[in-house]
């Protein structure tokens, strides 16, 4: 009945076969320019560089009265030194006057410093008496100016390509006045739901159908790797809508996922369009759920057929195609999903012979594994995560310590 | 020159104001409906219960043949049972014979079972032989039958008010057929920069005058935190202007988060103009950098007015306004920040007396102290994290473990 599964692989293979791949057709990364207001959270593509002093100008850095240092240095508590005051320069207008000895200009925090001047006394320290200003400190020179250039200097390296665009980050580059950054693309990912039986949300329920899941869960996925969905629609598991749906898939973006149709079964139809169309690199991993997956290469890109029931779809995409896709979109592994070391409630029975990813629910500090097959949509709606459960393991005892990969809630 | 600070608060007693003035204000969660494929990572605003049965009908969990489980009993390897074939019946079709004993119908995993029959055999246990079907294994009564309503029951309650929609639980969502889901509203929140100085991107930098950096650096910090940023403009320091872009963003936000002209010295304009529009509540805090920071309820909106200077701006953002807007937004305490346990790479010395946030640049395991003050863009552009220095201490040792919370990068 239909073509037989390949020789199931080791999970370590499959990941193998796919980082080969990644390296082969999607190492050069795509770049894109993005408005500055849109580009938080993404990856700096180049070497970015100051493109004017900062500051632009001698700035004050405090509110006070701009001087030659020099007239300031037999200024004490008692006896103070008396200057003219020559203007107001406020932040964001310009000095008028240079400074010369005996004189002084009131400036604020962020003007620019007079002509003249050298040295910034704070407010604090002086007194305004019949227009003459009274010093009571004296100060060094360049004391509180903040001179042009010194923070960063035109031409000098700002931010390192793979920067990623934190809102400090943000902030630096609308520091130099840009209003666009080149950052890394986000990969594009069409995203085809097959299988008769399956509808959309705004079809109306009938015997023998039911709503699709995996075009909206695998989406999602999609987007908490800092990807692009590309919906591709829900295909009827026939040979030729199916390759028209991979070829539209392939025109509009990076790599094509597609769920259902997978077994060695009656529904066996994406295996032969995928056999024609390109390389089927992998059909079948020793992995619990999820076994029935595809990997194939298709007009170098990568196109990737899960499995049709929901768990073992999520978990499939999460274990191989997830770090794939992260690694496209430029980011580092410190972004994976957070893990927790955590007491097993009970004891736990895995599948002989495969890696098992079990899903797990976590009660006060416990977890508990979820013992319901893949085909139970309530599984996820309990699950916070899961485990992972060696090929070679068959108990996993209550009470041990298990690391639990807690669901991507980006 | 101008109003004096208040009374300056530690920063316990000002967490403590912004959390009476949280419940205050903002416990009330407002609710809004958003479509599903843009639901991911929103937090359910309701309890949600199943509106069909999942199974919706009786479904093949396998590929094989739907049976009266009764006429298997006597089939063994050697001895096959032989049943008449009814008709086929794929997924997404509908059967239309009754099995009766003697009989049996073709079957794919997800199809629904048809009347009569009450068990599955898988096909690997059978064999077509001139269309009669030999069947050398017995099953028991429901042997590989999702019975209807078994995953989840119409009007059972499938996922908790509080849910944070992870690409799982949108896949629960879409199984029942929904295409949108009320989730907490996301809170708005107005920026607005003020500063005679300021310019935005698109302006030509003229003398005296710098890129305003806080109105991008706040605006994706917002973001950041799941919010959304209104942005109120750049505005001058004078009392007209500014009262008009506050009272702009009162309309159109549910917070208001201004930067610059805090200081007790000549841009003291937002305090007149928030005394006079509401009440100021805090100004002042015993916290480095961010000392001149107001805070002030102005008819029942929180209005924040931060430093000008970026580092601290953003300093203050963080340590108190980050966690009210996730908050509102209905997440939990576990989409904090991240933080590392890292040893000092040199001895710092903390300023006397106030609450100090330093920050630093990770470099090989160690936390290294950016000595910058809070004008610095380049602080800012190294910076990866801050740890938290007590106001009570003045050095802190160097290789002393210190915890660095890490710039949110979401």
């Not at 665009?165 to 950054?181: C, F, N, Q, R, T």
């Not at 990737?304 to 580092?332: D, N």
């Amino acid at each position: 009945m239909g073509t037989e599964f390949l020789k199931i692989r080791e999970v370590a293979e499959v990941e193998k076969i796919l980082h080969d791949l990644f390296q082969m057709l999607y190492s050069a990364k795509k770049v894109e320019n993005v408005p500055l207001d849109e580009a938080g959270t993404r990856v700096l593509a180049e070497d970015t560089f100051a493109s004017i002093d900062l500051p632009p100008f001698n700035r004050a850095s405090r509110d006070g009265y701009a001087v030659k240092a020099q007239d300031t240095f037999a200024a004490t508590d008692e006896k103070p030194v008396i200057l003219d005051l020559l203007e107001t320069v406020e932040a964001g207008t310009v000095p008028k006057k240079k400074v010369i000895t005996g004189q002084c200009t009131e400036i604020s925090t962020g003007a620019p410093l007079p002509d003249g001047a050298d040295g910034l006394v704070m407010v604090e320290f002086t007194e305004k008496i019949d227009g003459k200003i009274h010093i009571y400190k004296r100060v060094h020179h360049g004391e509180f100016i903040a001179h042009k250039g010194t923070d960063i200097g035109k031409g000098d390296l700002l931010l390192p390509k793979g920067s990623v665009l934190s809102p400090d980050k943000i902030g630096v580059l609308s520091a130099m006045g840009l209003s666009e950054v080149a950052v890394i693309a986000k990969p594009h990912v069409a995203v085809i739901s097959t299988g008769n039986e399956l509808i959309e949300s705004h079809d109306e329920l009938k015997y023998g159908k039911i709503y699709d899941v995996n075009s909206q869960s695998i989406q999602s996925a999609v987007k908490s790797c800092g990807a692009v969905p590309v919906f591709g629609g829900i295909v009827k598991d026939n040979y030729d809508n199916l390759k028209t749906a991979i070829e539209n898939g392939l025109q509009n973006a990076d790599m094509v996922i597609t769920s259902g149709g997978t077994s060695a079964g009656v529904g066996d139809v994406l295996r032969n369009v995928l056999d024609d169309m390109g390389e089927v690199l992998v059909h079948g991993i020793s992995i619990k759920p999820g076994k029935p997956t595809l990997v194939a290469n298709v007009q170098d890109k990568l196109v990737v057929g899960l499995p049709g029931y929901p768990v073992a779809a999520l978990t499939i995409f999460q274990v191989f195609i997830e770090p794939l896709l992260r690694k496209m979109g430029g980011s580092e592994a410190s972004l994976e999903n957070a893990t927790m070391q955590l007491p097993l409630a009970e004891r736990f029975y895995s599948s002989k012979g495969r890696m098992q990813y079990a899903l797990v629910k976590i009660i006060e500090g416990q977890a508990h594994a979820i013992l319901k097959d893949s085909g139970a949509i309530t599984a996820l709606a309990e699950a916070d995560g899961y485990i992972k459960v060696p090929k070679n393991v068959e108990i996993v005892q209550e009470g041990s310590t298990v690391e639990v990969t807690l669901f991507n809630r980006n």
